[in-house]
């Protein structure tokens, strides 16, 4: 690999600031801006200008909406510039905010690199490696970062990554990919394409690095040792750009705000989708499939399960195991409008599984052929087929505009005006294996190892914004809501999203829950996990139970399964469970309006709603250490029981200021903070302590009513 080398610094006054730029020999340009305070921008212009022109993950201004045919790489709009101090070194020029410095090192023939300090205390946030920090190869076109490493440092974000939160020591891939059945400790990559890191140094500061790219990512956060460089860490963009912002803060919450807010902010999804959801593939495979979900809504109305939603899996559009989007199976579906009714009318709104790859045979295969509405091979001119769903097909292209009208039109027609509410975007994560495949790109082709994820963004988007103007038309008020698998930053400000298809295992309820924190921490809240576990063997009753209560306060509770013999994961699948199962659930509903708060703030001060507890105590280094808890909210921490057997739950509870201590939630009883507890956790019981002297709000239902999502508060309870 070549080492970026150039002539000296050089500074460029602007109106409120002066930015930094190095020329390049091929006639490009490495540049540094600073955005605010605490917040930079490094980006390294090529001669032959960006490989990637547009970005669609960057949304600094809520007013500011981004085009769908993306927003200009260059451009600065939505941010407020700071004023700049400037200072010359002895090695270079150094720039300065109030809060945040960086000096530019190199030039002149010797290795370009940054150094990113606080201007005050002169401590460390980020150094690029000594030796060299920037380089490319000719021959793949891959670019490479690399920035010094202490050991002690630790690495939390990159999006659904699975295994301990500290990834310090792991090398992992940003890459989209249907990962059915994923270790849940050491699977990479998952579904998501998050090229995000957040840093805590060892004086305790947190950097976040964004890298804005649609390209695949590699993050080697210390597997690489090179003798002649030291310790480092290193991100390889495969053939992309690299431009990366840089935010910096005393805690975690500092860093996780700037990102969100940067990538357009976190969408408020209408209460109900907050409620308990069951997903029954095995029902809706079947073929007398409406009469089983007919049965559905009548088991969960005798056994008197607070359901607020049904999610449909693919299954309404299955013909033996093959699925075709936007259409019926009237032999298993005689009327869909009438079994939607059925369910509405039960208090159960409706979400229904869509994939954006149509089978060869599909009626419609034909007609968007000759649109050109598919990815097409660069080559040929023809649509790219590749497997799919135990067939062949071709995926959608939503850079087309003949793609995305067919596919709003069906959405309506098919979906919406058949009586259910929502479209969930599934099988989005475009893992097409053509070299030659490109995507029209509005009239600028891109080959598919840059846009991969953005299809799954352009699919979400076209399905919120369908929905949007559908309820619009007939005067709903009421908040859009749809459901993403896969995406890049970005798609919080339409969906939720979730961990994918987990496998049924204590492992894979360990380390969900790492999973699922690691994701709020990249900036993704509104998430959760197949409840039960989606692939695999059937959950036994105490592993079920343990799911249900570990998954009770999560921001998205849904008990979705695939397994042998068209089995579903159901709350009374267990008879000597399903009383305690349907206590957790009737927890969730009872705790809705703190839950609910905890949504608000996360759209209006973009704060996680699950949280790590180092995010809450991040002077308390014991939070640092792995473990199972989790904070939901400012006030409650959730101790999930996850292995099989356990009646104890051996946990921390985190230093409080003011003498605090925390209580059981369930006993009233007041325990210390800063130390270790053995706490008490029968089957019954999902362990939870508040903070002393913190009040919640909690609902009841009305009389003889089951719970449900907008159930009154019924009392402000101060622990």
Not at 496 to 524: E, F, H, P, V, Y
Request: one cysteine or more.
């Amino acid at each position: 690999m070549t080492p970026l080398k150039a002539s000296a610094w050089a500074l460029h006054p602007g109106a409120n600031a002066s930015d930094a730029s190095v020329s390049l020999g091929d006639g490009g340009q490495l540049s540094v801006v600073m955005l605010s305070p605490t917040m930079a921008r490094v980006t390294w212009a090529l001669g032959a200008g960006f490989r990637e022109p547009h970005t669609w993950s960057i949304a600094p201004s809520a007013a500011t909406k981004v085009p769908t045919e993306g927003r200009a790489r260059q451009s600065l709009e939505g941010f407020q510039r700071p004023a700049l101090a400037t200072k010359a070194m002895a090695d270079g020029l150094q720039l300065s905010t109030s809060a945040l410095a960086v000096r530019l090192i190199g030039g002149d023939g010797q290795p370009l690199r940054l150094v990113w300090s606080d201007p005050a205390s002169e401590q460390i946030y980020q150094s690029d490696r000594t030796t060299s920090a920037y380089l490319s190869e000719r021959r793949t076109g891959l670019l490479r970062h690399c920035v010094e490493r202490d050991p002690r440092e630790h690495y939390f974000g990159l999006g659904d990554k699975t295994g301990p939160l500290n990834l310090h020591g792991r090398r992992l891939r940003c890459l989209g990919q249907d990962s059915i059945g994923y270790d849940p400790a050491t699977g990479d990559p998952l579904y998501k394409h998050w090229p995000f890191v957040i840093s805590r140094t060892t004086d305790g500061l947190w950097t976040g690095v964004y890298y804005d790219t649609l390209s695949s990512c590699t993050f080697d956060l210390g597997c690489e040792h090179d003798n002649y460089h030291g310790l480092f860490r290193t991100v390889e963009i495969d053939d992309g750009d690299l431009d990366y912002y840089l935010m910096v803060g005393r805690t975690p919450a500092d860093v996780v705000a700037q990102f969100v807010a940067l990538i357009g902010g976190t969408h408020l999804p209408p209460r109900w989708s907050v409620g308990f959801a069951q997903t029954a593939m095995g029902l809706a495979d079947s073929p007398n499939a409406q009469q089983l979900l007919e049965g559905f809504v009548d088991e969960c109305q005798s056994r008197r399960v607070p359901i607020s939603s049904f999610h449909y899996g693919s299954g309404y559009s299955s013909r033996g195991k093959q699925r075709y989007v936007f259409t019926w199976n009237r032999s298993k579906f005689p009327d869909p409008e009438g079994v939607n009714a059925r369910f509405q009318a039960a208090g159960m709104r409706l979400v229904a599984n869509l994939k954006p790859c149509l089978l060869d045979d599909h009626p419609a295969y034909a007609e968007l052929a000759a649109q050109h509405a598919f990815i097409e091979d660069g080559v040929t001119g023809l649509p790219v087929v590749e497997p799919y769903w135990d067939g062949q097909g071709s995926h959608l292209d939503f850079t087309r505009p003949a793609a995305v009208a067919w596919w709003q039109q069906q959405l309506r027609e098919q979906i919406l005006d058949k009586g259910i509410d929502v479209g969930w975007n599934d099988n989005n994560e475009y893992a097409i294996q053509s070299e030659d495949a490109f995507t029209q790109g509005w009239g600028q082709p891109m080959p598919m190892h840059r846009s991969r994820p953005l299809h799954a963004l352009l699919m979400t988007r076209a399905t919120f914004e369908a929905q949007q103007a559908w309820s619009s038309q007939r005067g709903l008020n009421e908040p859009v809501f749809t459901v993403t698998r896969a995406g890049p930053p970005g798609i919080q400000r339409y969906a939720q999203t979730w961990s994918g298809d987990n496998t049924t295992s204590w492992a894979s309820l360990k380390w969900n829950i790492r999973t699922g924190l690691q994701m709020s921490l990249s900036g993704m809240f509104n998430i959760g996990h197949d409840v039960g576990g989606f692939y695999g063997p059937i959950p036994e009753p105490e592993l079920l139970l343990r799911w249900v209560q570990a998954c009770a306060l999560n921001p998205r509770m849904v008990m979705n399964s695939w397994k042998a013999g068209n089995v579903s994961n159901l709350p009374w699948m267990h008879p000597e469970v399903t009383e305690k199962v349907l206590d957790a659930i009737r927890l969730r509903y009872r705790l809705m309006p703190y839950l609910w708060q905890c949504f608000e703030r996360a759209t209006e001060r973009h704060v996680p709603i699950i949280r790590p507890t180092f995010f809450n105590f991040p002077e308390d280094l014991q939070c640092l250490q792995d473990n199972d808890e989790f904070m939901l909210g400012d006030h409650l921490l959730v101790a999930p029981v996850v292995n099989e057997g356990d009646r104890m739950r051996r946990l921390y509870l985190p230093q409080l200021p003011l003498g605090k201590g925390w209580v059981d939630f369930h006993m009233r009883q007041r325990l210390p903070a800063g130390q270790w507890h053995d706490a008490d956790a029968p089957l019954d019981r999902l362990p939870l302590f508040v903070i002393e002297g913190a009040e919640l709000p909690l609902a009841s239902p009305f009389a003889g009513a089951l719970p449900r999502h907008d159930d009154p508060v019924s009392e402000l309870v101060r622990f």
